[in-house]
């Protein structure tokens, strides 16, 4: 790149061009990192390219101040922070989705749960009623029983006191 300065800020203008894009027309396939890591890399790679084009535009191609320069690069600290940064942004939308699933899960067991809980309690309303016309039949039927014995017994003595007026006839 630093033979021909010119064209090298042809190519990191179109490269900051190209990066500076919306995400909006990347593909998920191409880029999947997220929205916060995507802005990152925007501004990362805009900056990059003004500090290039920046130097390139000067005569002196040199670092100012190597020794700072080479312990920058060296414990690349801004770089390092960068990468961990886009890391727990990316575990927390990945722990994220995780967590809305387990919801929706939930939510669809719950659903599950509410519908027997409803057809159990419809089922235990019409044993109810079923119990209750059954009691009423039982008692019903007592009371004939009752009366049938009431007859009976009434009926036995009229045949016993029958008898006994036969006999002593």
């Keep these: 790149m630093l033979i021909c300065p010119k064209t090298s800020i042809g190519v990191m203008t179109l490269l900051s061009i190209a990066v500076a894009a919306p995400r909006e027309t990347w593909n998920q396939k ?22 290039l ?9 040199g670092p100012e101040n190597e020794a700072d320069l080479y312990t920058s690069i060296q414990n690349n600290e801004l770089s390092d922070k960068m990468m961990e940064l886009v890391k727990l942004t990316s ?12 919801i929706e ?7 599950t749960l509410q519908t027997k809980l409803n057809s159990l309690a ?4 019409f044993k109810g009623d ?9 008692k019903k039927f007592c009371k004939e029983v009752e009366k049938i014995a009431d007859n009976y017994h009434s009926l036995l003595k009229q ?5 006994q007026e036969d006999l002593t006839d």
Excluded: C, W, Y
């Design 105 to 111: 899960e939930g939510q669809a067991q719950r659903d």
């Design 53 to 61: 084009l920046t130097k390139l535009a000067t005569d002196d191609l």
């Design 91 to 102: 575990d927390l939308e990945s722990s994220n989705e995780e967590l809305k699933g387990n």
């Design 30 to 51: 191409q880029m999947p990192l997220s929205a916060f890591a995507q802005d990152m890399e925007v501004v990362s790679a805009a900056h990059m390219a003004k500090g």
């Design 130 to 138: 079923e119990s209750f016309v059954l009691n009423v039949r039982i």
């Design 122 to 125: 419809q089922n235990l309303t």
């Design 159 to 163: 045949t016993e006191e029958l008898q």
